[in-house]
């Protein structure tokens, strides 16, 4: 039988996932049998030829049950089913798919978001359910793009939020340089977030004497914590202490109304980016991220078919 769509594994997965930490290859291991997959089903791969069909959706299955909090992950590979999950497999489920993750308050917060582009302009809006039946190609291949970036920049946010203090401070270096600033040359930046760092976490010299630089502060807090305005008294204390005048303050969460007020009153250049710039630069740069497929869509070209 062929495989089914990933809304229609969202249950066998969560089971799965109810069992203990599973990577999506034990997961496959384990529901095959039950939906009576056979070794060419199992061998079916995407047109890109990277990936099984089975693989891609119940990747697909696992991340939108982590957006309704059905599905945790536990380390990079491993998943398992959260509290939350347990409980709605305790109702007996016939089905999990995107009805069932609506009644999730934070599903729908990230699916509003996603279908509006989060706040980054440069992304295409999602179609509405009434208006994807009707969509041209091009208006599908656009909002299908605009999904998967969305996606990765959720799964990206997620992995910085897991991170090491020190890594995350590199990865802030690093954007900096391929955003361009040290004249994008690597050995122009250096984290430097250490006990007694006199709160300063990072450095990007934008001239090879030094005499210009751009002093970081980056801050890995989880989603639901705002960053206030003594955070940003702070930073502007330490860049007094270096007589600094240029900041950059990264965090993955986001910052208060005070803190942004804050940041526009003083006489210091503090730069703020939340977790949303955050992962639009990190994507936008190639940061953390690479290219998986490219897909080329032509037309026909008309001046070559123009006859003297």
Not at 32 to 58: H, K
Not at 70 to 82: D, E, K, Q
Not at 139 to 158: G, P, Q
Not at 165 to 191: C, H, N, T, W
Request: glycine letters at 8%; a negative charge; one cysteine or more.
């Amino acid at each position: 039988m062929p495989v089914p769509d990933f809304q229609s594994l969202m249950q066998p997965v969560l089971r799965a996932a109810a069992d203990g930490e599973i990577t999506v290859a034990e997961c496959v291991e384990k529901i095959a049998p039950q939906l009576g997959l056979s070794s060419e089903d199992l061998g079916e791969m995407l047109p890109s030829g990277r990936q099984t069909v089975i693989n891609n959706r119940i990747h697909w299955a696992k991340f939108y049950m982590t957006k309704a909090g059905l599905v945790r992950m536990v380390r990079r590979g491993l998943f398992t089913a959260s509290e939350k999950g347990r409980q709605l497999l305790t109702t007996s489920p016939e089905r999990i798919d995107k009805s069932v993750l609506a009644q999730y308050p934070e599903y729908v917060e990230w699916w509003e978001k996603s279908r509006a582009g989060g706040n980054d302009p440069e992304t295409a809006t999602l179609p509405s359910a009434e208006h994807a039946d009707t969509a041209t190609p091009e208006e599908r291949i656009e909002a299908s793009h605009a999904l998967l970036t969305n996606t990765l920049r959720a799964e990206l946010l997620e992995r910085l939020v897991e991170t090491t203090p020190s890594f995350f401070e590199q990865v802030i270096v690093d954007l900096l340089v391929a955003m361009g600033y040290g004249g994008g040359r690597a050995e122009m930046g250096k984290a430097i977030g250490k006990s007694g760092d006199r709160g300063i976490d990072g450095i990007v010299k934008e001239d090879p004497l030094g005499l210009d630089i751009v002093y970081i502060q980056a801050k890995r807090y989880q989603p639901h914590i705002t960053i206030g305005r003594p955070d940003l008294q702070a930073f502007a204390g330490s860049m007094e202490g270096f007589g600094a005048t240029k900041g950059v303050f990264v965090t993955t969460s986001s910052f208060a109304a005070s803190a942004r007020d804050f940041a526009g009153r003083i006489s210091k250049r503090i730069i703020l980016i939340d977790g949303e710039e955050l992962t639009r630069l990190m994507v936008k740069h190639n940061v953390g991220v690479r290219s998986r497929a490219t897909y080329e869509v032509k037309r026909i070209d008309e001046d070559y078919f123009v006859e003297e």
